[in-house]
């Protein structure tokens, strides 16, 4: 049955691109085709209902997601901190499906044939498309850090930089470790996924060991030179909450793990803790790394910031944490959202013959908890320069908190509730 | 012969021009980088406390946006933001807000 369904749906795909390449000849006309979608996060599902709700159906979009729900990053150091649970960041697929009839698919894509323009399933079988979006977020460079590099070590020393299981795993890590234990967040250099997201983490732990294990301490291993967003704010609230509690450490990178001691290798020292959380470098997600898309460092996806298409494989976009960054841009979910909104737009332009947007603009808010309530955040705003061919922070826009407040925590809720209502409701 | 350069050049142009045209979705474009806190097509959440732009009054739209620029209206995040669009992308915002239901 469900085969049945999946050939049918491909032929009214087929059918629809057909439809597309003569409108593409004709220069013109209403879009229409099939768009595979592969990932749906931040970037992943905003696309795909983008590209229902402004096709007004007429483009046919498949989703393929290898877990069964989302489960948002932004909001899970609060589940971490023990302020939030995982219910409150965990939301169906349901709404892409029934709203906005978009087949949700949960699969893992294992190849993609840029030819063909088809790609293949774990699950076997596989599908064709007129565009295909890769927004598989990152996967992490275990091979960095050898100790770490097999399924037992990351069992026991966590990374929970992607929300889920690891999320649940190391709020059980803290709460079973005893007063007066140390906690340690171990940073990789940037660029990483969610530049203040260790911080904020930071402060989340020690204000749990504040009011739970006041004899416990948080120790940051930051590989970076210095605190890489907000740093002000940060190393203020760290001062007028934390002190005593949280240390800072720069030029701090993990090279290695000694796992049955809970051990962090330094260059030129160790650190031990009760609980060892490193975040490994990263970089783009397995299936946009090896289809043959030009990358920048080995890493991250060179893209075409007028439509989000790989710059060397046309028809292959690529949104999100996985791409090499415009500058200044950070690697977010809120600009993961801002990168399916362009590549929306510009998917229905090609379908219908026509240039993408030439002046797109993408922007960026984030919110950092300090504390249970109040928040700090950093925006900015990004315009298309024709020059540089890319998108450039506008100077004079965007900006910090002026101070920690409570204000920004009700906001930090509220951007929560709309940009999740953004892309799956 | 001398003609085809001259109209490669002509052709060189129009397509030059056609490329920098204004896109006609350009206001929706534009209004859909607010949606992250202000709601897709300006319908916030309700009870999330941020402002649904649906509907409202193109006027009172872009008052609301010079204030938050020149410092009158005092924000958090709003006054930084307003600031990274031209004066044309904010009517184009404005515009597409309220004409949403």
Known sequence: MMLMKRRDFLKVGAAAGAMASLYGCAGGGKASGHVVVVGGGYGGATIAKYLRMWSEGSVQVTLIERNPTFISCPISNLVIGGQKTMEDITISYDGLKNKWGVRVIQDDVVAVNTEKRSISLAKGGGMNYDRLVLSPGVDFMFDQIPGLNNADAQSKILHAWKAGAQTVALRKQLENMKDGGTYAIAIPKAPYRCPPGPYERACLVANYFKQNKPKSKVVILDANEDVTSKKGLFTKAWSDLYKGIIEYRNNSEVKDVDVANNTAILEFDKFKADVLNIIPPHRAGDIAAKSGLKLINNRWVDVNWLSMESTNTPGVHVLGDAIFPAPTMPKSGHMANQHGKLAAAAILNQLAGQEPNPTPVVMNTCYSFVDAKNVIHVASVHQYDEVTKTVQPVKGAGGVSMARNEIEGKAAIGWARNIWADMLT | ?101
């Open chain 2, 1 to 101: 012969m001398k003609l085809l350069p001259a109209i490669a050049a002509l052709s060189l142009v129009a397509v030059t021009s056609a490329a920098h045209a204004a896109d006609p979705n350009l206001g929706r474009n534009l209004a859909a980088t607010c949606a992250n806190c202000h709601g897709t097509n300006g319908n916030a959440v309700e009870g999330a406390g941020m402002d649904s732009l649906a509907g409202m009054d193109k006027a009172k739209i872009l008052r609301k946006l010079a204030d938050y620029k020149s410092g009158d209206k005092p924000a958090t995040i709003m006054h930084q933001i307003s600031k990274g669009y031209t004066e044309a992308q904010l009517d184009l915002i404005a515009g597409y807000f309220a004409a949403q239901k």
